[in-house]
């Protein structure tokens, strides 16, 4: 079965987005003995994830799309990525997928990225998709590096109604 997304077929492989930099990543979200708080991220192919964690019970698929040259990219995520009523949400009622655009954008990426506004300074983004059929994703909203966690919260809530 060949999945989709905004048209662009899926590829078998498009894993570990944050590369070999899991202690980075650690010291971005977890500071100060906050680790409790660290993003359920989903790592493995964008392809996997989808099969395992979004067809069965449809939550909805958010992309978290980092970028290292943004204003906001330490901001985000301890501030609104962190925060407990975005992570309440996420970890409820989504699946999320990170990838680093920073050096590399994989082509599935790159068609993602079309759908919005490429401004250096408005990474990171989190992109909300949901299920149109078996095999069809569809943008619903997203968020930017500049959304607060109030805005943040009731833009993911809107994207559950959706």
């Known amino acids: 079965m060949v999945h989709t997304i905004l048209g662009k077929e899926l590829p078998k492989s498009c894993s570990l987005p944050f590369g070999n930099r899991c202690s980075l990543e650690e010291e ?21 994830v989808i099969r395992e964690d979004t067809e069965g019970d449809r939550r ?5 799309i ?7 990219r330490n901001i985000f995520p ?57 095999r069809e994703l569809k943008m619903v909203d997203y968020t930017t590096g500049a959304f607060s966690p109030t805005q943040a919260r009731e833009k993911l809530i809107s994207c ?3």
Not at 28 to 48: A, E, V
Not at 81 to 110: A, M, N, Q, Y
């Open 28 to 48: 971005r979200y977890c500071i100060n003995g906050r680790d409790h708080l660290m993003p359920p991220f989903k790592i493995g192919s964008l392809l996997s």
């Open 60 to 64: 909805r698929l958010a992309l978290y």
């Open 66 to 72: 980092h970028n290292d040259k943004s204003a906001f």
């Open 78 to 134: 301890r501030e609104v990525l962190c925060s407990e009523g975005v992570l309440g949400l996420l970890r409820s009622h989504f699946v999320l997928w990170p990838w680093d655009v920073t050096e590399k954008i994989s082509r599935v990426v790159t068609a993602v990225l079309e759908q919005v506004d490429r401004n250096v300074d408005l990474f990171p983004f989190l992109i909300v998709f949901k299920m149109m059929n078996e």
């Open 160 to 162: 559950m109604d959706d």
